[in-house]
């Protein structure tokens, strides 16, 4: 049987039948893009291929563990995970440069940022990120990768045009116009963010 010829879900059926090279071919078909993707974000290719790797063998043990249900957006799945991995990386790389609470002299768990929300407040939370994160992807490539630096993985304006390699100026208009645009699009689709 011709792996390559198979589409998207007949590979996941037969890998799940136990045929582990339709994995291999499935992940080999959106290799390019998921890095490509990565690549976008973290502007390093030594640090790109390392996330993807690390989202690869996340893939495989989601899908060995089955705990990929199919419907039908497998890259979308997978974009995610390295969506997740490249956060993970910046949270890591900011966390080298923390500083300790004692250090700072406040107690960082009597903050009520660290406090637990109600369900109510998690869902609201949630449904919102989903809803901005759609609106997000409706904005040009420079404003969408400013907004995620910035508000997804908690980056500086400094930080941002290091990583983008862009003037502060230049970060700082490209999320201006970002935020002109994401107003608009709310306006348009008559969302409530609340």
């Given amino acids: ?3 390559k010829k198979l589409s998207e ?5 037969t890998y799940i039948l136990g045929d ?12 390019k893009r998921i890095y490509d993707y990565i690549n976008m974000m973290v502007k390093d290719h030594d640090v790109a291929e390392d996330i993807l790797q690390e989202t690869l063998i996340k893939v495989v043990r989601f899908l060995k563990d089955g705990r990929y249900t199919d419907n039908g957006k497998f890259l979308s799945w997978v974009l995610r995970i ?20 004692t250090e700072a002299g406040y107690d960082l768990l009597n903050n009520k940022k660290f406090s637990d929300g109600t369900i109510e407040d998690m869902m609201i939370s949630h449904q919102v990120r989903r809803d901005i994160r759609k609106l997000i992807d409706h ?6 990768e400013v907004v995620l630096l910035r508000y997804f993985m908690g980056l500086s304006f400094k930080e941002i045009a290091e990583q983008t390699d862009v003037s502060i100026n230049t970060a700082l208009g490209r999320m201006r116009y970002a935020l002109i645009n994401l107003r608009k699009l709310i306006e348009e689709k008559q969302l409530i963010l609340t």
Avoid: C, P, T
């Fill in 1 to 3: 049987m011709n792996l």
């Fill in 82 to 101: 390295a969506h997740n991995q490249v956060i993970d990386h910046f949270r890591q790389k900011k966390q080298q440069n923390n500083v300790s609470e």
């Fill in 20 to 31: 582990e090279n339709a994995v291999n071919v499935l992940i080999e078909r959106y290799r």
């Fill in 9 to 13: 879900q007949e590979l996941l059926n």
């Fill in 139 to 144: 904005l040009s490539d420079e404003q969408r």
